[in-house]
């Protein structure tokens, strides 16, 4: 199956050069661009595409904002493409809320253009990019910098998760793959993934992403702990 691709960027030689690198690619159809986070919108509205790739700094509308149109669309529009935010620092601020509004992660804007590739497949397939100790990182990082009591609503949602399902979400927002946390609790990692499933569908959470910073914020894990 054919991964639907637009690219939202205000530099059109940033446009020009991801899209011929994914166009390149057998199992990836760029099917639109746009210069702006309101066009972007609009564009993927449009087009329907399952992955759009979104600078965080534009005019019109930034990232962050055209992230969250598109992940909490007005009532009568179904469609909810993946949204994988582009940055050109390691760690950013609107980068960290977009997470917060749904994105399934971010990448560097100077990445590999491999890393790009793979970046767009995983997003499609419905999993958080890069590496759980990466977006673990990311988002201790700004636990560390904007300190708060644990809110009540986060708390009190951990108290819908089983014993087993609390330890898993611990482990993941610790930075721990599937692979390791199996490993750990010595279970099969398709039990594993079982279990990640459950806690993502009672908290109503999205990704692994969301899940990381549901951990943080929920009091479960804190900055430094990892």
Not at 115 to 142: H, K
């Amino acid at each position: 199956m054919t991964i639907r691709v637009i690219i939202v960027d205000d530099q059109a030689m940033v446009r020009a050069g991801f899209a011929a690198l994914l166009a390149a690619q057998s199992d990836i159809d760029v099917v639109g661009e746009a210069p702006d986070g309101r066009r972007g919108v609009e564009v993927s509205r449009t087009v329907h595409p399952d992955v759009v790739l979104m600078d965080v700094r534009m005019p019109e509308m930034d990232g962050l904002a055209a992230a969250r149109e598109l992940l909490s669309p007005p009532v009568g529009v179904v469609h909810r493409p993946k949204v994988l935010m582009l940055t050109t620092f390691d760690v950013d601020d609107y980068v960290y809320e977009a997470l917060r509004a749904g994105a399934s992660g971010f990448l560097l804007k100077d990445a590999p253009p491999a890393d790009l590739i793979s970046a767009v497949r995983i997003v499609a397939a419905g999993d958080a990019l890069l590496a759980p100790s990466v977006t673990r990182r990311l988002i201790a990082d700004f636990a560390r910098q904007r300190p708060t009591a644990p809110t009540g609503g986060p708390a009190l949602r951990l108290n819908a998760l089983t014993p087993r399902e609390t330890e898993v979400l611990e482990l993941i927002a610790r930075g721990l793959s599937n692979q390791e946390i199996a490993a750990r609790l010595v279970l099969a990692e398709q039990t594993v993934k079982t279990h990640i499933g459950r806690v993502l569908a009672k908290l109503g959470l999205r990704d692994r992403a969301q899940a990381v910073i549901f951990a943080y914020e929920s009091g479960l894990v804190a900055p430094g702990e990892a």
